[in-house]
């Protein structure tokens, strides 16, 4: 299945896309709250409470009510996570691009929940910051309570994948000491535009990555260079963190960022920024300055 929310921004309805050979102007979404009432959203609860498989039930019933995905906002495929964690320098290709030795274990850091958008949402870059870029990472949401997993049963614990852009302020990750400042600027984390359910992707191993700014390709990069891998990372951080169902697991980037290129390329007002995932989606978010 592939998760959507969709409506204003705050007030999204769970959906789901109904696979079709349409082209994407005349696809449809199934209102998942006018079929179930006790769906208010796909956030916690919904997670932990068997709620992907109540929607596989509800694709078999009869009356759904469909809404046209033309001209329909999306927001971020999962409401409000309790966490976002993210990953520094797990692909080789890109710690290199920073001098950086390959890490002998994961970088660790979060993004605020309140970054987060959805996949053609405006990127506001805040008043006097010059030095932002972008990141294309696979996003892992995890599907039920993951505390000391074991890596051969972690993938178990997956409720499926999105597509997640890092943006970053380097300036203030820079000269902050550490990162989270520089990651959680509001609009700086969108992600989108489906969750993708685990049974729908055989091997996230196995996955091409993309970002490009204006039509020009930065980063083209595949999930097989992941330097920790997806089991790993969840075994890893559930050893001492719990992961609750929700939660974001952000993978890291692979190598062709701008703030690594000669000379650098950040995103400026006008621009557009398309970061892609095989099998799971393409995001296409305007870069706007703050109007306020």
Known sequence: MKLIRFGAAGAERPGILLESAEPESKQMFLDVRAMAFDIEDYNEHFFAH??????????????????????????????????IICLGKNYAAHAREFDAKIPESPILFSKAPTALIGPADPIILPEGVTQVDGEVELAVV??????????????????????????????????????????????FCPLGPFLVTRDEIPDPHRLKLTSSINGRML????????????????????????????????????????????????????????????????????VMKNRS
Request: proline residues 7%; contains cysteine; hydrophobic residues 35%.
């Open 219 to 286: 980063q083209n990069g595949n999930t097989a260079d992941l330097i920790f891998n997806i089991s790993f990372l969840i075994a890893f951080i559930s050893a001492t963190i719990t992961l609750q169902p929700g939660d974001v697991l952000a993978t890291g980037t692979p190598a062709g960022i701008g703030s690594a290129r000669t000379p650098p390329v950040y995103l400026q007002p006008g621009d557009r920024i398309e970061c892609t995932v095989e099998g799971i989606g393409r995001q296409n978010n305007p």
């Open 142 to 187: 995890i599907g039920k309570t993951a505390r000391r997993v074991a890596e051969s049963d972690a993938l178990n614990y997956v409720a499926g994948y999105s597509v997640l852009n890092d943006v970053t302020d380097r300036e203030a990750q820079r000269a902050a000491g550490q990162w989270f400042r520089g990651k959680s600027p509001d609009t």
């Open 50 to 83: 068997f709620g992907l498989e109540r929607l596989a039930n509800l694709l078999r019933e009869p009356g759904r009510r469909l809404v046209p995905a033309e001209g329909v906002r999306l927001g971020s495929p999962v409401a409000r996570p309790g966490k």
